[in-house]
């Protein structure tokens, strides 16, 4: 019923040569098994559906139309809805990210930004510098546009400005891309000197810096850090979303750039999808302008809060000698790494045998490592599901790692 | 406030190539001149805000949330919420678009098809095929993958078969862009024969066609024809819209292609944005399935045709000797053309310093061309303004030729 294209010559050749950059990625795959009925899923990154506000969405739903009409339906300036452009200045103020009205652009998610920034900027073969491991989103974004890629190392606060400094004396990198704030897949934060040192590195190479910031809302301890963007607002285009205090059903992100790249930034979304929605784009407005993010943020922080808790909590108590993970104060992952052994991909198979999911945290490397890592996502699931998990994913690594093959039952 | 990008060396150069064929467009500048308060604007294509089903979509914005909570603000496959997909399966068929729903994608707006087709297609230096005059936000999504581009001669009855066979001889044409009814800006249709032989040149050439289709569900008169897509389904790739039906700040188009490269659409549309916004597509969902669009839409025809008909009416009784214009069967454009001494440029300037905007033509040709012709909207404004715009657009015409320089007083 449905035709192929017709098979007179092969597919390959009727595609652009980018193509080849853009095959399914491997996590694609593990989400489609993570989201069977019946899994336990620690692989995806969706934030917990109740911690949407949802009264509060309905009743902005109805309010916007109520009041705005046909306005908050028709075609809109693609720069973003004026009221949200607004409403965001001094919500990022708060965030240490200081620009007016024209800084600002929204998008299709933050998703939009990292697609339209490569546009702008990436011709095949320039040089992107990404930590490893990365946000997979963003190199599928970027693969567009045949980047190079160059990694910088990591480590437990972040990038190394250290590894940074000699990737930029050997390289022409043309954009460096970073999840400064609880980084997917890691949940590590850079460090406030290391922040600075970058901000220095970017003047002293004159590098631009996308700055990601999906996560930094999401702090259950401690003290805020400023963004990259407050020390070096000339080369960085800070981007950030509302789909983790808001819903990410709505599609809305928005970035920060220099106001001459902000233009380019305009004419290139223009072509993709004339504008963001106009009616999220007003809900969002409104969420905000009217103090709902403020009041329900603290509700999202403590229904997080006690799942990291937990999550960390059986790491302590089950994974065997050998393991290390981070400490996330924020975000949404939990990573860890088993001794040098573990086939982690073998422990992947099991645990999905036995209805438990995460994602081996080698999918994350744009340059290969991490072959005994895993991502652990903890917004998903409440707190005893995660106990239960963990342990039988460490009974499973234990098992194997004792040449024992465990079945894993499924957690109740 | 706002930092400018770092200013030790052009910004050009910190830019990817791309970006010179992607600079602002002259309608973009004069969309902006059309909405300044107290124009009369027959330049826009805007929907009327009164076409909108305002009641209705405050019901189903409701309803969707009571009915599937946070299931409709959740994140979504790529390829588009499932309910939608599964209504347009019958939508799609009434028009005369078989598929069944792995054909079908859901996109940011058709805007979003433009783009992403043309990022799975083409590579620097590939050719387009497009008519002339195009659609303008096609040629700016396609810009940003560097291609070249070949016209398609045209006249009253759409595209020429016998012109596009001599380009398919002469040029290897990856891909040919139509708009075959109601045709964005000329208000063309293309004849059924000539549809039947578009799609023996696909197969006979083995080119694939984006048949782009915002329009065809405005239609006042005579009976519909069926798509190109009808007759060679696997040479084809159909996009069409909710923009026009339903809301356009909903931001809801979608495509039908052959499941080879409907995957391809995905794999390059996650890149872009993930997907597109759950909530709108799930009203949109609802306003499909619970039978509102067929209620509904009467009710835009109804509005529309009297203003086609003021506007043909106001061309009949003002037009000077020497013009000639389209007389559209639906959609929301009239194409005028001038007698050959006329400078229509000097014309816009006229009418706009008079409070009266249209979009000189020549701006909707990619390769030259259309210097005496223009576009009027008729869908914006109601008949009696409509009718005094023609007057006045008119009268300033014949001055013109007269040698005189008339002012312009505003309509009321």
């Not at 080369?235 to 979303?241: A, G, K």
């Not at 709505?250 to 290139?268: E, K, N, Q, Y």
Request: with cysteine; aromatic share 8%; hydrophobic share 45%.
């Amino acid at each position: 019923m449905i035709p192929s294209i017709a098979d007179s010559r092969p597919l390959e050749e009727r595609l652009a040569r980018r193509t080849a950059r853009m095959g399914a990625n491997a996590i694609r795959e593990i989400l489609k098994v993570a989201s069977q009925p019946g899994m336990v899923s620690l692989a995806g990154g969706l934030p917990a559906p109740e911690s949407f506000p949802l009264e509060i969405i309905r009743t902005l739903a109805d309010d916007v139309l109520a009041e705005q009409g046909a306005a908050a339906l028709q075609y809109n300036a693609t720069e973003g809805y004026g009221p949200l452009r607004e409403a965001l200045v001094p919500f990022l103020a708060a965030r240490g990210v200081e620009t007016g009205i024209d800084g600002i652009t929204v998008f299709s998610g933050s998703q939009g930004v990292l697609d339209t920034m490569a546009k702008v900027l990436i011709s095949t073969g320039d040089v992107i510098a990404i930590e490893s491991p990365s946000y997979l989103g963003a190199i599928s974004a970027f693969n567009a546009y045949e980047p190079n890629y160059v990694s910088v190392a990591t480590d437990e606060d972040g990038v190394i400005p250290e590894d940074l400094a000699r990737l930029l004396d050997e390289h022409p990198v043309k954009l460096l891309y970073l999840v400064p704030t609880f980084q997917n897949p890691t949940g590590r934060t850079l460090s406030l000197a290391r922040r600075k040192a970058v901000a220095e590195l970017l003047r002293a190479h004159d590098v631009l810096l996308l700055e990601d910031d999906p996560y930094s809302s999401l702090r259950y301890e401690g003290e805020a850090l400023p963004p990259i963007h407050a020390f070096a607002p000339e080369h960085v285009v800070y981007t950030s979303t509302f789909s983790k205090v808001l819903a990410p059903g709505l599609r809305l992100g928005f970035s920060v750039a220099p106001t001459d790249l902000a233009r380019w930034l305009v004419i290139a979304k223009q072509g993709v999808d004339l504008h963001t929605n106009t009616y999220g784009q007003a809900i969002a407005a409104a969420y905000l302008a009217e103090g709902h993010l403020a009041a329900h943020l603290p509700h999202i922080l403590d229904l997080y809060r006690p799942r990291r808790d937990a999550l960390l909590g059986a790491m302590d108590t089950y994974a065997p000698p050998g393991w290390r993970w981070s400490r996330p104060a924020g975000g949404m992952f939990l990573w860890a790494e088993g001794p040098a052994e573990l086939d982690v991909l073998g422990l992947y198979e099991r645990c999905v045998a036995g209805g438990i999911a995460f994602v081996p945290g080698q999918f994350f490397f744009a340059n290969g490592g991490g072959e005994t890592t895993m991502r652990l996502n903890f917004t998903s699931a409440e707190a005893p599901v995660l106990e239960r998990a963990v342990s039988e994913i460490m009974r499973t690594a234990a098992a194997m790692s004792d040449g024992v093959s465990a079945a894993v039952p499924v957690p109740a």
